[in-house]
């Protein structure tokens, strides 16, 4: 089993950055797939960053390309989203996900474990 817990979310003056956590127990990220995700109020969760299982490559939506980079350790037990020029189009609740053991990394189905997210504001 992969448990799996966000943090770093809160509030942030539009131009400025955030560094999300994502650490991982019970389980390693080895083989497996490691996405960031968001979901705004009243809107479909949707892909935010994602690193595939054979790694060497990542994938970025168009609107945070650019803006956000996802990264994980060494021994990938933990990812990280560095947020930054953030806008006021990006407030969400953040979730990081780990996909199946050799699976898929660009679709939401391909994502087995989430943990429980965490807010971010942005304020003008």
């Known amino acids: 089993q992969v448990q799996l817990r966000e943090s770093g979310g809160g509030l942030v003056q539009a131009g400025g950055s955030l560094r999300l956590s994502c650490t991982a127990s019970?389980?390693?990220?080895?083989?497996?797939?490691m996405g960031w995700f968001r979901q705004a109020p009243g809107k479909e969760r949707e892909i935010v960053a994602t690193?595939?299982?054979?790694?060497?490559?990542?994938y970025y939506s168009d609107s945070v390309k650019g803006r956000f980079i996802i990264s994980g350790d060494n021994a990938e037990h933990s990812m990280y989203l560095q947020m930054n020029s953030l806008n006021p189009e990006d407030p969400a609740v953040y979730y990081c996900?780990?996909?199946?053991?050799?699976?898929?990394?660009?679709?939401?189905?391909?994502?087995?474990?989430w943990g429980q997210g965490t807010q971010v504001t942005v304020s003008s």
């Open positions: 690193i595939p299982w054979f790694r060497g490559s990542t």
């Open positions: 019970g389980h390693t990220f080895s083989s497996r797939a």
């Open positions: 996900a780990v996909g199946s053991y050799l699976g898929g990394y660009l679709h939401l189905h391909d994502y087995e474990y």
